[in-house]
């Protein structure tokens, strides 16, 4: 057992290291122009410094040289959020680095916690390894991060910072009751409800044929079995059962009506009425089933003490897909789901936290006391041990089957921010284990401390490489509890972007998959490629990555024309350059070998681990959520779904190549139709109350309109196509409060991790890179 | 003793490097006492090539630059600048004088699971075979040792680089370095047998193999590699393989294995390593040179004497070179197995066509007449 601690003389230690000696120029020179970072990725800012080290900007001029191996680098870029799992990685690979090292902290969660500063699995960077300059942004800009790189240099060269002053402040953390001076509260007070009224079924007559058809028919399949089951909304059911039940009903669901996956697995705790509520959102893709969840849930009594009366039967042996979020509901609630063999161990939190969901686990409230002119910052113990710890026996096991167990990340360069236990046989795969919730920023528990409009910008930051989608799914959950339609010209402005996001995420994507493969240049083509997607952007919203555009009701400002003749120009300048990319990577000989017939996922395969958005549709699932359940305009405009067969690989990248092809259609399309529409209400009117003023522009009113926002009674539940598949948004609502009781994400990464486990298996190793690039896997969307 | 001194002095001053246009300042320094010796000695063949060019003196420059020539090439190719502010007006050349200093003043960390003396020794011991085949490999006319059995030599030595890159990787004793190492013993397999071929092929069409002959036998425009083109290929490829350059960067995948049996090393432990990889590429690009492009052969610049050779000689080889590395921004990385099967099917197939077809011409027109006749009949 190995403690983390931060030693006092350790500050400084380095830069006097280089200031000994006769040889001490010669040493900073050296160091100052050979500054090598090691690739230690910890969070979402990574993006930026990705961009920052491909063409765009190109850090390799400084003398930076992106090393993934943390023996030979000099300087870490803690990119962003440290969570308390990440702070073991990151110690341990601070330990690992030759002396002389420095240390630079990019982004606000990297400073005070920036937007997660009341989070329970967050960490400072500053506790961890001695700090030699702070970049502040959320994310940074690349122009940003490289001024840092640049003062380490000044630093080390012994120069002063002579373009800005820094003021020293000591942070004081929980002010003494009197002291310090109070400030009002910028925005509206947050109302929670004392007693609230939970209820995740209340039905509401709807015209939905099918509905009732299918309902009769449950009714008579599910004889004995369910307690009540109710059309809570088009194309939603919830059937209220027991837990003893809740096996054979979801058998005879399986078998009977053809359900074939589990959307998402959701605890709801509601610690008055002492019980909790656990519900599983299942779904078909048989064609009539597609579009219908049904939200199979039962109630299981909480004791006083916080513990769960009894257990819950996991339903993962039906269907596999259900597996990682049962383990991530025991993380949260302590709910143990019998039959799940994890059960006991944490999955995606650190070792030390338990049950952090509950309601009487509390996070700092905002409070506004300046001690002198710097608010408080809540103090935040850094973890005190490095173990982490591997699934118990599995060593022995190994060993005993003569194999190799080998840990890939959270420090590799192709590991992403998640730890991989590779089990090796030879040169097979036999298993991999995998170990997420590096980037676990627990936006659950956070949405529920804060305003309905306030996660916005919370739930972006699951994905700053598809921004759009991810708080477009979340707006929209909240508009269809709302009943609010959307005008027409903010509809239009919110697909374009949304397509663009795509666009973006998946030339990020590519760019992984093609360093996976050892490719540097696939990368630096499609990033440059994606910097005119993210100047698009800026143009649009302000923001590279992180808009927060889309707000309930419409959009946060219009677009003008010059901005849309630009993201037209880019369309059609993205085809010419994609075909410089085609040449390079996509028809080269060794990835096509790399990729063709790797990591084949049949159809059922596919569907039972629960595979979402284009990885399904490459399998032969004609599913896009596009399609199936239209929002936005997409109905109005002419595109195809993009599907597959072959499942492999090259399938899934091909089909999400072809799939941005299309969605370039849809974005010229739109441009083409928003230009013909005149300008004019962006905001629905119906929500804005007395403010109508504000529906061309909401500046100023922003938080007289949304501050108390209140959703009503129930439970919405929205899907939204994201950039890698399936977004589900779960919002439960007591109806008074007006933050969200409970939020659920799910997140296409999320549902995908179970199919990179199973597409690995029985293949090469170095197969393990092709299929986790293929999958597009995104760590801090999968651990939200 | 003076006999045994003016017989050495007689021995140095027959074999010297024959510069025409320096010869009025040697002729000036000889009869400063002292330095002309000191001339001689220098301008001594064997010395020449073996400490200065295309010896170590040249090797040093080329480590220093070329990285940095790399760097900047795969920086255009890849739509950006590469280094640059080191100093900007020359767009950062010293770039790769800043990492080595940084390589040489950081600490070398010898992990707790290591064996340590082997860890230690194997960045050193690597150096043997690395630099030894410099002393065969001539640049025009200009050579250490010249020998019938130089080709011999340098593939004997040739093909124990991966011996020491296995001894790395099994100092360090982790399993990532372990399972590069493994792989580093397969891609041994790989392309050893082809590669031999492939130079067999040469030998059996030059029917010697002396460098210099063959270096000579090349004179004219006619190089093995019209003559071969197929060895040649084989012999690109292997060297690829041999200096573990991408597609076959496979042993020490920074993405897959972290660098593979390096992945303990640091400072100037890894600074040796980085710089290996480049002398192996420079030894076989060199072979390739003479083996293929025809040496030090190409239009004689008179003044110059025997120094034109060695000048077209290492434009040739900087420019194999060159070739390899920019593999690097091409390719992705194959996978084990798919190497291998390269190596085993579609290599040795080759390499076997190869040595048929040297054999083929030999027998037509007879042994070493071939690439001799038609090279002197041009010039």
Known sequence: MVEIKTAEGEKDRNISILKTGVLSPLKRWGVKWSLWPCHFVTSCCGVELAHAFACGFDGERLGTLNMGISRQANFIIVEGTITRKMARALRIVWEQMPDPKFVEVIGACGERGGLFWN???????????????????????????????????????????????????????????????????????????????????????????????????LESELEGLYERITITDINRIAIKTLPEHLTELAGRLKSGLGVDHVKNVNVIEVPHERKYIVEYMVSGYREDLKPVIINIFTEVGRKPDGEPEQEVPSIARLWASADYSEREMHDFFGIRFAGNEWMGRNFILAPELHTPLRKDFKLDEERYVLEGETPYAPSIKPPTELELPLPPGLLEDAEANEELVALVGPHHTGSGHLRWILRMKGDIIVDVIPDPGYVHRTMEKLAENRLY?????????????????????????????????????????????????????FFYDSGIFSLFLGHSTGFMYVWAIREMILEAMVRATGSRCTPSFIIPGGIRRDISREVLELIDNFTSAIHRRLRKFEDIFIYNPVFVARAKDVGVLTKEEAIRCGIVGPFLRASGVEYDVRKVEPYEVYDDLDWDITTGDAGDCLGRYMGRYEEIKESLRIVKQAVDTLKSLPRGEIISKELLGEYKAASEDI???????????????????TVTEAARGTLLYSIVSDGESNVPYRVRIITPSWLNLRGIVEATKGERVADFWAIYGSFGYFPPEADR | MEEVINALMAAIMSNQVNIPLLQPLFRLMVQIPGAGFMVSFILWKPFFAALISPGFATLGILLLFFPWVERKLCGRIQWRVGPHEIVWWLGGIIQLLADSLRFLFQEVIVHKDAQRPYFLQFPFLTFIPTLLPLLFIPAGSIVAIQTPYAIQIILALVCLFPLFIIGLGWASNSRFAFIGTVREAFMYFAYEVAFIVAVLAMVILYGTSDLVEIGAHQAGWVWGICINPVAAVVFFIGAAMATARLPFEIADAEQELAAGPHVEYSGIGFGLIYVICYEKAYILSGLMTVLFLGGGSGPQIGVLGELSGLIWFLLKTFIVMVTLFVLRVLYPRYRLDQALNIGWSSLLSLSLFALALSIAITAVAGAGAVAGAVGGGIV
């Open chain 1, 119 to 217: 989070s329970y699995n967050i960490t400072r960077p500053s506790d961890i390894v001695p700090v030699d300059f702070f970049v502040p942004g959320c994310p940074v800009t690349p122009e940003g991060l490289l001024r840092g790189v640049r003062a380490v240099q000044h630093k080390i060269e012994g120069l002063d910072r002579t373009t800005i002053k820094f003021k020293r402040v000591k942070l004081p953390s929980e002010p003494e009751p009197g002291q310090g001076k109070e400030n009002m509260v910028p925005s509206s007070p947050k109302v929670f409800a004392p007693t609230p009224a939970i209820k995740v079924d209340i039905r509401r007559d709807v015209e939905w044929a099918f509905g009732a058809e299918l309902v009769k028919r």
């Open chain 1, 453 to 505: 409009i306030q996660n916005i910008p919370l739930f972006e930051r699951a994905n700053i490489s598809d921004p759009i989608n991810m708080h477009l799914g979340y707006v929209r959950t909240i508009e269809k509890a709302l009943g609010i339609e959307v005008p027409e010209r903010a509809s239009y402005i919110r697909t374009i972007m949304a397509e663009l996001s795509r666009i973006g995420a």
């Open chain 1, 699 to 717: 500046k100023g009113h922003l938080f007289h309109v949304y501050g108390n926002l209140v959703l009503p009674r129930g439970e919405w539940t």
